[in-house]
């Protein structure tokens, strides 16, 4: 075990037994056993050994900048000292890799004999530990990130920084098969790291930022890590789609969460729909998640809640809305007195608004209406409104347990009762969840880009008024140039950015405590480079979604790393990265 291994374990004495997780961002198709994901990418990564030759020395977990070189930042000029070759080399390889479907998908079958091969395990893993997780983790250790972080920081990027231990799809859907033993002492390990993970975070910000609005390390937290099974979620979901009113107009599955959500919580054991260990675990969620909040509020760490499966989001989106109705509370507006018009009252010190995001997910059908509503729900209650706003990474296991659920539901009318196997989807409509055709998805992430930005416009206007703290807050995750670029340009057309000369902005001060744009660690950082030179700002405007944990606990992670490159870098993007890599290296070699 090596020492980082040693130090978390005895930190949290159970985690050896931690069982794996749901399985965010995948773009990938439909679950398959956790062992066949890290089959995959050890396969990969043993050969990318063959075809790279010399990576074993290596160990070094920063990623590829294409434009190395200085930068400016508000009048700061920043030099980024070059990659050293053997990361070029790594990054070559991974992204050639990544670019040839036909060994992303026989990979498993590679590995599976490799691995039945005696003594070729630690190999394998050496192996993927040199290529994939140096490329797409952070480190073992939360601490092992902080020079990642430094780094980044070096180049005016900041970090939405995560604990990115996962829970297989299987274990989530009831199919797992651990004991219950292990259960419930893994999920309160990862509460605890979650915290962990905020006190680092915070530590590396009280040491760089200068004053609480530049902050530029956030924390994401995944729900169904945090519960001891993550049906819980989804039958809670289930009793939230069957129980709230029909919103009039319409909003599709999976809707739209109320104030009074988690009242079922309130009493006990209340119907069939929840059992009593969901009501116990969920209730200790609510509890989990009010003690991170808290941590995050006193050390000034904004969170973002994670977007999940549908099936799970009914349940994430009526405990994040609870989160930010507690936590984002704004300060009552000013009321007429005798003397005129009272000051706001002032939020509590050391906190800014607002603290809790939650993810908005433009491929599913709901995302027009939803975020309306989100807008006017946070209205209403007096909450600063957080959203991240990503395209959505399940889209092929969306489509596919739709069309096995439709298909169920019709044989049961048909024939015999319904099997249970494809009751993953608790959807009550006909159409899917998500949108069909990728124009669609793009259609709507963009005009809710346009959306928020214009709304982020009226804020700062409101603000400049009353004096009262930011009353929403956007994140764009992309590696979409198009709708980065987009960011930029809205905040431009807005009046929150101010056209500097060569094509570059610099973004005000209002807009950038406002407004984030991030890429994932390890991808796209050609695009992220391209944000930094464009969207100048005097603290970090753009994030790397940066993940830590060990090998085992990040395997599921960097499978979909493999997967995903494949979808997201697609169209000839895995080879276009893999291009400008071979062009820096071959800069490095002959000048
Ligand atoms: C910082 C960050 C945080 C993230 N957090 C989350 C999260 O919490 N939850 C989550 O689910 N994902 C998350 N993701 C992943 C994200 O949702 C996307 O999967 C990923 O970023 C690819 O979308 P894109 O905008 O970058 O690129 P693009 O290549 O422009 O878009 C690819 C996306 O388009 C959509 N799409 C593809 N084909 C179709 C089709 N036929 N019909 C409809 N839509 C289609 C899918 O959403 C697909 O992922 C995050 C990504 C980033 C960068």
């Known amino acids: 075990m090596s020492l980082v291994g040693a130090t978390r374990l005895a930190r949290f004495p159970h985690l050896a037994t931690r069982r794996p997780l749901a399985r965010p961002f995948s773009t990938a198709a439909?679950?398959?056993?956790?062992?066949?994901y890290a089959r995959h990418l050890i396969a990969a990564g043993l050969l990318s050994s063959v075809a790279g030759g010399s990576l074993y020395a290596y160990k070094n977990s920063s990623v590829i900048y294409a434009d190395v070189g200085?930068?400016?930042?508000?009048?700061?000029?920043?030099?980024?000292?070059?990659?050293?070759?053997?990361?070029?080399?790594?990054?070559?390889?991974?992204?050639?890799?990544?670019?040839?479907?036909f060994l992303v998908d026989w990979s498993p079958t590679i590995l599976s004999t490799l691995m039945a091969i005696p003594g070729l395990k630690q190999i394998t893993e050496a192996v993927v530990r040199v290529t994939f997780f140096d490329q797409f983790v952070g480190g073992d250790e939360a601490e092992d990130v902080v020079p990642v972080l430094e780094r980044l920081r070096r180049e005016n990027k900041g970090a939405l920084f995560v604990y990115s231990v996962e829970v297989d799809e299987s274990a989530a859907s009831g199919a797992g098969k651990l004991s219950s033993s292990e259960k419930p002492l893994a999920h309160k390990q990862i509460v605890q790291?979650?915290?962990?993970?905020?006190?680092?975070?915070?530590?590396?910000?009280?040491?760089?930022?200068?004053?609480?609005?530049?902050?530029?390390?956030?924390?994401?937290?995944?729900?169904?890590?945090?519960?001891?099974?993550?049906?819980?979620?989804?039958r809670?979901?289930?009793?939230?789609?069957?129980?709230?009113?029909r919103s009039n107009p319409y909003i599709p599955f999976p809707g739209c969460p109320s104030p009074s959500d988690l009242d079922v919580l309130a009493s006990g054991h209340p119907n069939e729909a929840l059992t009593a260990a969901d009501v116990a675990a969920l209730r200790e969620l609510r509890e989990d998640l009010a003690i991170i909040c808290e941590r995050a509020q006193a050390r000034g760490i904004r969170i973002t809640v994670d977007a999940e499966h549908s099936w799970y989001q009914p349940a994430i989106d009526a405990f994040t809305m609870d989160m930010m109705r507690k936590f984002n509370k704004l300060p009552k507006a000013g009321h007429a007195s005798w003397f005129g018009w009272s000051k706001p009252v002032e939020a509590p010190s050391g906190t800014f608004q607002p603290l809790i995001y939650n993810t908005f997910q433009g491929y599913l059908r709901r995302t027009p209406e939803y975020l309306a509503q989100s807008i006017a729900a946070a209205r209403a209650e007096g909450y600063s409104l957080g959203v991240k706003l990503v395209r959505g990474a399940y889209h092929p296991h969306e489509i596919e347990i739709h069309r096995a659920s439709s298909a169920s539901r019709a044989s049961v009318t048909t024939s015999s009762p319904r099997s249970g196997t494809h009751d993953?989807?608790?959807?009550?409509?006909?159409?899917?969840?998500?949108?069909?055709?990728?124009?669609?998805?793009?259609?709507?992430?963009?005009?809710?880009?346009?959306?928020?930005?214009?709304?982020?416009?009226?804020?700062?206007?409101?603000?400049?008024?009353?004096?009262?703290?930011?009353?929403?807050?956007?994140?764009?995750?992309?590696?979409?140039?198009?709708?980065?670029?987009?960011?930029?340009?809205?905040?431009?057309?807005?009046?929150?950015?101010?056209?500097?000369?060569d094509g570059k902005v610099f973004v005000s001060d209002e807009a950038m405590q406002r407004v984030a744009v991030a890429q994932l660690y390890g991808m796209s950082d050609e695009l992220t480079n391209h944000l930094v030179e464009r969207a100048q700002a005097?603290?970090?405007?753009?994030?790397?979604?940066?993940?830590?944990?060990?090998?085992?606990?990040?395997?599921?992670?960097?499978?979909?790393?493999?997967?995903?490159?494949?979808?997201?870098?697609?169209?000839?993007?895995?080879?276009?990265?893999?291009?400008?890599?071979?062009?820096?290296?071959?800069?490095?070699?002959?000048?």
């Not at 439909?30 to 066949?36: E, Y």
């Open 70 to 101: 200085g930068h400016e930042a508000n009048g700061r000029v920043s030099q980024v000292p070059p990659p050293p070759l053997s990361e070029l080399v790594r990054t070559y390889i991974v992204y050639s890799l990544c670019s040839v479907p």
């Open 538 to 591: 005097s603290a970090p405007f753009v994030l790397k979604y940066l993940p830590y944990g060990n090998l085992a606990e990040v395997m599921p992670y960097l499978s979909r790393r493999a997967i995903e490159n494949k979808s997201v870098l697609g169209n000839g993007g895995a080879a276009r990265e893999r291009r400008r890599v071979a062009s820096a290296i071959w800069t490095r070699l002959f000048g």
């Open 30 to 36: 439909p679950p398959r056993p956790r062992s066949g």
């Open 193 to 234: 790291e979650n915290l962990h993970c905020i006190d680092v975070a915070a530590d590396f910000e009280d040491r760089h930022a200068h004053g609480n609005a530049g902050k530029g390390t956030w924390v994401a937290i995944k729900l169904s890590a945090l519960v001891p099974d993550a049906e819980s979620l989804r």
């Open 424 to 501: 993953v989807s608790i959807s009550p409509d006909n159409m899917p969840p998500v949108w069909l055709t990728k124009d669609e998805t793009d259609t709507c992430y963009d005009s809710s880009v346009r959306m928020l930005i214009s709304l982020v416009r009226e804020d700062v206007e409101a603000c400049k008024r009353t004096g009262s703290p930011p009353s929403i807050g956007a994140l764009f995750g992309t590696h979409n140039w198009d709708s980065a670029n987009l960011v930029v340009d809205e905040l431009v057309k807005q009046g929150l950015a101010k056209n500097v000369g």
């Open 236 to 245: 809670l979901s289930k009793f939230l789609v069957d129980s709230r009113p």
